[in-house]
């Protein structure tokens, strides 16, 4: 079965840092490229950054290019998202997502979130 | 920026049909997936590459895409269908997601 589990949210202040990690089960992790994906309160999904499976090619939304970076461990199994310069609104359930091949496929299965939340 | 829009909300009576409809500048043209969300649960892929259910997804969900109107039909609606319904396609290296449709069953 498939799983993929996220962890490292919490209460962090304006203009801090705190990295997230997705732990993946129940499928080969290194042919798959993943995803994060966030959803403020109340709000609809925001695709957030994309890694293919390999680390290679790596893609940014504009709303966190150059505060946030993905990374992998293959080895590992996991997936990470290293957020700095936090903003308030950058406050949300982070989703980690597995992406089905090819380039435009779909998010197959989904983690169950961890909440991030930025405030003084 | 590519944009995909949606209804906010539809609502449906029990064992009636409901089309939520998902706008894009020649949308027909790209892959689009859907999702349902329930509260307070992560969102699950009901619909793939415009028409196709993965696994374990009833038949009365089904979809469509054509022109500038991607659609997800829910037929003979149950409570369970009562969920946030989000479609998305992969543009220019960046995934959009629609605004959301919140479908109440009546």
């Known amino acids: 079965e498939v799983q993929l589990v996220e962890s490292g949210g919490g209460l962090v202040q304006p203009g801090g840092s705190l990295r997230l990690s997705c732990a993946a089960s129940g499928f080969n992790f290194s042919n798959y490229s993943m995803n994060w994906v966030r959803q403020a309160p109340g709000k609809g999904l925001e695709w957030i950054s994309y890694s293919s499976s390999s680390s290679t090619i790596i893609y940014y939304a504009d709303s966190v290019k150059g505060r946030f970076t993905i990374s992998r461990d293959n080895a590992e199994n996991s997936l990470y998202l290293q957020m700095s310069s936090l903003r308030a609104e950058d406050t949300a359930i982070y989703y980690c997502a597995r992406k089905i091949p090819p380039e435009d496929g779909q998010l197959d299965h989904w983690g169950q979130g961890t909440l991030v939340t930025v405030s003084s | 920026s590519y944009e995909l829009t949606q209804p906010l909300s539809v609502s449906v009576a029990l064992g009636q049909t409901a089309r939520l409809t998902c706008g894009g500048n020649?949308?027909?043209?790209?892959?689009v997936h859907w999702y349902q969300q329930k509260a307070g649960q992560a969102p699950v892929l009901v619909i793939y590459r415009d028409y196709t259910r993965p696994s374990g997804i009833p038949e009365r969900i089904s979809g469509s895409n054509s022109g500038n109107t991607a659609t997800l039909t829910i037929s003979r609606a149950q409570a369970a269908d009562e969920a946030d319904y989000y479609c998305?396609?992969?543009?220019?290296?960046?995934?959009?997601f629609g605004t959301g449709t919140k479908v109440t069953v009546l």
């Open positions: 998305q396609v992969w543009d220019s290296s960046t995934y959009v």
């Open positions: 020649n949308i027909g043209s790209k892959n």
